[in-house]
């Protein structure tokens, strides 16, 4: 089957370091998503890892290891409007020319003064 | 560039009555895909349209749901007859493949509340 786990909420303080951790279990692997969901709003796309290692973006780095099915989010200089869900999706084999996304439940991050 | 465009943005229906959705995606964009977000969860994928063919629609409730893209532009999805457990964000997303990276953009979603 398949099955994306991340934590449930995260609570972190404003200009901090946090790490959002994902595990993954799906049939095939072809690319690993980031995005980011304000509340009420539509996700958008943050990184995209399909390689082992990590990619820089900014303030926002994400890291992939395939081997153990593992990927983290990694929010630096956390500012309050990075309060939202951050939502950790693979794209396993089936579907279109490249398979469907395939999205955890997400992590609520909430950054406090 | 214009993103992907939904409406309407907000619905409220009782049990048994029908409703539809509207996407337009971005232009250009081949792929596209309704989703559904139940309140807590991730997006699920309903279906996936290539142009005007569909791709993918082994998670629709076929019962209940349908969905069409005629042209391959715009796109509808349309539940007859509703349910309570139906109540949820139904999210249109629109993609462009480039080399190995196909990247969704989403639209704002139709709120649908069915009572």
């Known amino acids: 089957g398949q099955n994306i786990d991340q934590p449930t909420e995260m609570t972190a303080t404003e200009g901090a370091i946090v790490q959002i951790n994902c595990t993954y279990q799906?049939?095939?692997?072809?690319?690993l998503f980031w995005y980011q969901q304000h509340a009420g709003e539509a996700p958008t796309f943050l990184s995209y890892?399909?390689?082992?290692g990590l990619e820089e973006k900014g303030r926002f780095s994400s890291f992939l290891s395939r081997s153990k099915g593992y990927s983290y989010l990694l929010l630096k200089e956390l500012q309050m409007k990075d309060s939202a869900s951050y939502l950790c999706?693979?794209?396993?084999?089936?579907?279109?020319?490249?398979?469907?996304?395939?999205f955890g439940k997400g992590t609520k991050l909430s950054v406090k003064p | 560039e214009a993103g992907v465009a939904q409406s309407p943005r907000y619905k409220i229906i009782e049990k048994r009555q029908s409703v539809a959705f509207w996407c337009n995606p971005i232009?250009?964009?081949?792929?596209l895909y309704w989703y559904q977000q139940i309140l807590g969860q991730g997006p699920k994928l309903l279906i996936q349209f290539q142009n005007n063919g569909v791709v993918d629609d082994s998670q629709l409730p076929k019962d209940r749901f349908s969905a069409e893209r005629l042209k391959g532009v715009d796109s509808t999805l349309k539940i007859q007859p509703a349910k309570l457990e139906d109540s949820a964000v139904y999210l249109c997303a629109s993609s462009l493949v480039q080399g190995a990276r196909e990247t969704q953009y989403f639209g704002p979603g139709t709120r649908l509340l069915v009572l």
């Open positions: 999706a693979v794209r396993a084999y089936g579907g279109g020319s490249q398979g469907n996304l395939i």
């Open positions: 232009s250009g964009h081949a792929t």
């Open positions: 890892n399909v390689l082992d």
């Open positions: 799906t049939s095939g692997f072809n690319g």
